[in-house]
């Protein structure tokens, strides 16, 4: 037998030894046998995720006692008007205290009358004129404010009416003049500390957005 002939049968052999021994081990298939799928892990049930509403409010915690009457009241007010903010009314308190002090210490009250209620209004008013009519006057500029701090806050249901108070520590020269203009008070060098709580209201919820001065007290 001619060599090349001995070497076809010899691979043959050895390539049908081959394909035996991987049918044995890989077995058969019959018709179409879908693909299989990677196993999935298996996802375990953790815990339920609970969204919690309503949270301490840093806005009103910044200025009031957590669970105090204030803070209640000033959360009754964010209820009855979601846009109203803590800081943002003492902010504007802030400019309303020196403009309506200044204004009262000069006696220009038309300026101011709108953020005055009637009975403080009236109460101003009386000071002016009698202040008028003993021919004083006085001369004052406001220096800063020292100090400010919510001292108290209620909210009626009924009115919807919100009030706060404010205490002030402000720093301002004041002296006063008779009709010849010599100072029978105060020292135009010298700066006084003037110490006030006064309180603002307004309808919550109202088109109006101006807080009315309706009560001061030291």
Do not use: C
Request: charged share 30%.
């Amino acid at each position: 037998m001619n060599s090349p002939i001995l070497q076809l049968l010899v691979l043959a052999g050895i390539a049908l030894f081959l394909i035996i021994r991987l049918r044995n081990v890989l077995g058969t298939r019959d018709g179409y046998e879908a693909p299989r799928q990677a196993q999935q892990p298996t996802e375990r049930p953790g815990p339920a995720l609970e969204v919690i509403e309503g949270g301490p409010d840093s806005d009103i915690l910044d200025h009031a006692e957590e669970g105090s009457e204030p803070a209640k009241a000033l959360m009754d007010m964010k209820k009855a008007e979601p846009s109203f903010g803590v800081s943002d009314f003492l902010q504007g308190a802030r400019g309303a205290y020196e403009m309506i002090l200044m204004g009262f210490e000069r006696g220009e009250l038309a300026e101011i009358k709108p953020f005055l209620s009637d009975d403080v209004y009236e109460a101003f008013a009386g000071v002016v004129s009698a202040r008028e009519e003993q021919g004083l006057t006085v001369e004052g500029d406001f220096v800063g404010l020292r100090e400010m701090s919510l001292h108290d806050a209620t909210f009626d249901h009924d009115t919807r009416i919100g009030e706060i108070s404010v205490r002030f520590v402000g720093e301002l020269t004041h002296v006063v003049r008779d009709r010849a203009g010599e100072i029978i008070e105060g020292d135009e060098r010298k700066v006084k500390r003037q110490k006030d709580v006064w309180t603002f209201a307004r309808a919550m919820g109202s088109n109006d957005p101006n807080w009315q001065l309706v009560a001061t007290s030291e």
